[in-house]
């Protein structure tokens, strides 16, 4: 199985701040054919189910404010939110769908300093 | 508007057996892999199951192997995950999920708000 880890568990961030989360996978989630990088991104907040974010590495959704972005490659990625807002409250999950079992990492918890 | 809603959670005892159904509505369920999730208590989401839009392929986490069956009704728009030999760590809020696309290998872009299953004596 394909192992993601996030880093840190939790951060706190002021208002207005850049907040940067890591996801690391145990093998390269770029399939070659296409490539395409098989990695999302989704922020849950308390009491609601995920929602995507970010898909693709980088491709925001629909509606996704663009102070989300996704960036990296191989197996190093990262979640920026550039300028932290009260609403970004939440537990954030990257997510492999390269192959099965989809794992995901643990979760980084974002909260405001 | 896509809906997903589940139901059929509940307390069970360890051993026991439970079918959970996710009713799809707002677009062509036929036409999507179906996913669900799984979360414990205060903990991170897990992947269980998900099948083509066929039907013709279904995979599963390690854990779930042998004991859960997950199925789709697309004439119901209905999606069921069928959970027998339930563990206490089976214990948590199961999302009925629809991945993005009918090809596979898409993350997920719809979640219904989850049924919670606890497995306990």
């Known amino acids: 199985d394909i192992v993601m880890t996030q880093s840190p568990d939790s951060l706190a961030v002021s208002l207005g701040e850049r907040a940067t989360i890591n996801c690391k996978s145990s093998?390269?989630?770029?399939?070659?054919?296409?490539?395409?990088?098989?990695l999302g991104w989704y922020q849950q907040k308390p009491g609601q189910p995920p929602k995507l974010l970010i898909s693709?590495?980088?491709t925001r959704e629909s509606g996704v404010p663009d102070r989300f972005s996704g960036s990296g490659s191989g197996t190093d990625f990262t979640l920026t939110i550039s300028s932290l807002q009260a609403e970004d409250v939440a537990v954030y999950y990257c997510?492999?769908?390269?192959?099965?079992?989809?794992?995901f990492g643990q979760g980084t918890k974002v909260e405001i300093k | 508007e896509v809906q997903l809603v589940e139901s059929g959670g509940g307390l069970v005892h360890p051993g026991g057996s439970l079918r959970l159904s996710c009713a799809a509505s707002?677009?062509?369920?036929?036409?999507?892999?179906m996913s669900w999730v799984r979360q414990a208590p205060g903990k991170g989401l897990e992947w269980v199951a998900n099948?083509?839009?066929?039907?013709?392929?279904?995979y599963y986490v390690d854990s779930v192997k042998g004991r859960f069956t997950i199925s789709r009704d697309d004439a119901k728009n209905s999606l069921y995950l069928q959970m027998s030999s339930l563990r206490a760590e089976d214990t948590a809020v199961y999302f009925c999920?629809?991945?993005?696309?009918?090809?596979?290998?898409?993350?997920?872009?719809?979640w219904g708000q989850g049924t919670l299953v606890t497995v306990s004596s």
């Open positions: 999920a629809r991945d993005s696309s009918s090809w596979g290998s898409t993350p997920i872009d719809y």
């Open positions: 707002g677009f062509t369920f036929s036409a999507y892999w």
């Open positions: 099948i083509k839009h066929d039907g013709s392929e279904k």
């Open positions: 093998q390269s989630v770029l399939y070659r054919s296409n490539n395409k990088i098989y």
């Open positions: 693709w590495a980088s």
């Open positions: 997510q492999q769908y390269y192959t099965t079992p989809w794992t």
